[in-house]
């Protein structure tokens, strides 16, 4: 079998709380180059957090204790933070749950698009333009220059949306990390938005760290999935598989909570309470093993 090459690899990543308490709990996944990779579970589940981790921006107290996080070959531990932080803006991207947070409201929308490509990665301003207008084009944006002189509240979501893509994947990252893209957004536009993802991903071969609570999203955009509870990843698989057998009690109760992968009509089951209690228990037991190991 020859191996795949890796665009992310994390491995027994733990994250703790100011209180000394873990939010992740050893987690380890892998991204093939060029793969879409779902990381799914409720919220509080810690998939905004390995994210966070993986882009450096841990908010302020929670702090990476173990493990590493190597992208593409290069372990982010070993390099000093200006290093770990080129490395990033040059190789990685995010498309945000809120596009309209993620704009500055005072600002026009070009500036804002190119100044990642000349600040950060120190393109020419010309070039930078014209990268900006042949993204606003491969996301469908038919009016470029109304859209490059209009500030964030002068665009629907679904537009802010759609700037905030063809910013995303502007330097040809090779990881984008997106989070909820589509959750702010109404449903009509949630799918549109989903559909271009999937055809930039495709056309530009770049991987992407998925991150959603919604397993019909899981099924539709991604080759692999993690199903993450209380910060530990409780079932990997190929996406095919995880739907046609799940292993886990929790994987197995979320898609019976997700009514569009059993009967389109049945209501939305919560998550049986002693499945609930099992996840109590794998919690503590990982809790203990690593205070164990660690003193
Ligand atoms: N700034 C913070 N300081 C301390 N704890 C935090 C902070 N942000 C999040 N947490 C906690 O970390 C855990 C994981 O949060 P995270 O945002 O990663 O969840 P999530 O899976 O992305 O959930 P959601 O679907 O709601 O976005 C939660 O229990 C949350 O309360
Ligand atoms: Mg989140």
Not at 84 to 108: C, E, F, H, K, V
Not at 131 to 144: C, G, K, S, T
Not at 264 to 274: G, K, T
Request: aromatic letters at 4%; glycine letters at 6%; one cysteine or more.
């Amino acid at each position: 079998m020859t191996a795949q090459p890796l665009c992310l690899s994390i491995g027994a990543l733990s994250a703790t709380l100011p209180n000394g308490d873990r939010v992740l709990r050893s987690v380890s996944l892998d991204v093939a180059a060029g793969e879409v990779h779902a990381l799914v579970g409720e919220s509080g589940a810690g998939k905004s957090m390995i994210g966070k981790a993986l882009l450096g921006v841990l908010p302020p107290g929670v702090r990476q204790v173990e493990g590493s996080i190597t992208l593409e070959g290069t372990r982010l531990e070993t390099l000093a933070p200006a290093a770990r932080r080129r490395l990033i803006g040059a190789r990685t991207a995010l498309i945000p749950q809120d596009p309209l947070t993620a704009l500055n409201p005072s600002r026009r929308i070009g500036p804002q698009m190119t100044d990642r490509l000349t600040h950060i990665l120190g393109w020419p301003a010309a070039s930078a333009r014209a990268r900006i207008r042949e993204m606003l084009a491969e996301v469908h944006i038919r009016e470029p220059d109304r859209v490059i002189a209009a500030y964030p509240h002068e665009l629907s979501g679904g537009m802010r949306q759609r700037v905030l893509i063809a910013a995303a994947f502007a330097a040809e990252p090779r990881l984008i990390v997106a989070d909820e893209p589509t959750t702010a957004l109404d449903v009509t536009v949630q799918k549109q938005i989903l559909r271009l993802i999937a055809d930039l991903q495709r056309r530009h071969g770049t991987a992407i760290l998925f991150v959603t609570h919604d397993l019909g999203v899981v099924a539709k955009i991604s080759q692999s999935v993690s199903v993450l509870y209380a910060g530990m990843v409780v079932e990997r698989a190929p996406a095919p598989e995880l739907f046609a057998t799940p292993r886990h009690a929790y994987t197995k109760a979320l898609m019976a909570a997700t009514p569009r992968y059993t009967h389109p009509a049945s209501s939305l089951q919560p998550v049986n309470s002693a499945v609930l209690a099992e996840l109590a228990l794998e919690v503590r037991a990982a809790d203990t093993e690593w205070k164990r190991a660690h003193g």
